[in-house]
């Protein structure tokens, strides 16, 4: 039923799909649930669905993945096409102007075929209309004419899998929501699992690294494996220029100081959001639009991609009345408190 086939990308696909997508970064990628990393319940709910779904020769269920960037939701979405040996089409909710944009991908899917789109919560609302009866009985709905003339025409798709990917799951909405069988959020990975992908990629890129130098550069990815992939390459090239290219603890720091990457992996942009709230707004609560007015920055990016790690390390807080920077943001940007704050 499933015959494996090469990934289809047309035009549209490449629209809005985020640009880390160097073929060597590419390569790093784990093809094979055996080979992933962390995430392990993840992974465990996917052999099973996965399983189950080949045992009954059925497409798999629609499954939603949500969380911060950079966490593997587009990579597992290619491994779970090389599991069900199907093809797979990628898009993203940007990219889908027109209902017929997305007609024209879901007439093209074959028998088990996966469809992932990521940054699903920007789907317009009109294109996510066509998705609720293709995901619930496999078929579109054509309306020709309008007013009095107009005639619907119900046109069967073949059954596929439906792969979302959203960075914000509070954005989508509930018809949406219901209509998938499996929702996993990624969370952060732990140090320990950031030193095994560290050096998986590096023995796939041919570096050399020793444990200090793994265990660095995993306490400066920020969580995210894809941070440690494109440090790793950084890291490199100053091992290559400013060593014997064998990468330790010293290599990481020095090369990652440079990059503007400091100790606890936050970046020249993490560093900016905690100086805004605390020298502008005396520490907070702020709202987010007052931070990003202030930083010339969009808060979608800030909310998507700078909050999450900042929260999760516990630099900021969110109360209900905005953000506040913690005493461990203060400590470790060594600014002093006004008395009285904490
Ligand atoms: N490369 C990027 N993410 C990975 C993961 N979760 N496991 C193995 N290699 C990876």
Known sequence: MLTPGPEKQGVLAKVGLPEDQEPELLSLRPELLKEYIGQAEVVETLKIAIQAAKQRREPLDHILFHGPPGL???TLAHIIANEMQSSLTVTSGPALEKGGDLIGILTHL???DVLFVDEIHRTPKTVEEFLYPAMEDFAVDFVFDKGIHARSHRFNLQRFSLVGA???VGLLSAPLRDRFGIFRSLDFYSENDLVKIAKRS???LGVRMDDGGARELSRRSRGTPRIINRLLKRVRDYAEVKGDGCIDRKVVDAALTLEGVDGKGLTDLDRRYLKTIIE???GGPVGIEAISATL???SDTLVDVVEPYLLKTGFVLRTSAGRKASAAAY????MPRQAGLF
């Not at 400590?331 to 060594?334: A, C, E, F, Q, S």
């Open 331 to 334: 400590r470790h940007l060594k």
């Open 202 to 204: 590096a023995s796939l």
């Open 110 to 112: 074959g028998e088990g």
């Open 72 to 74: 593997g939701k587009t």
């Open 166 to 168: 959203t960075t914000r």
């Open 296 to 298: 010339q920055e969009e």
């Open 280 to 282: 502008f707004y005396n």
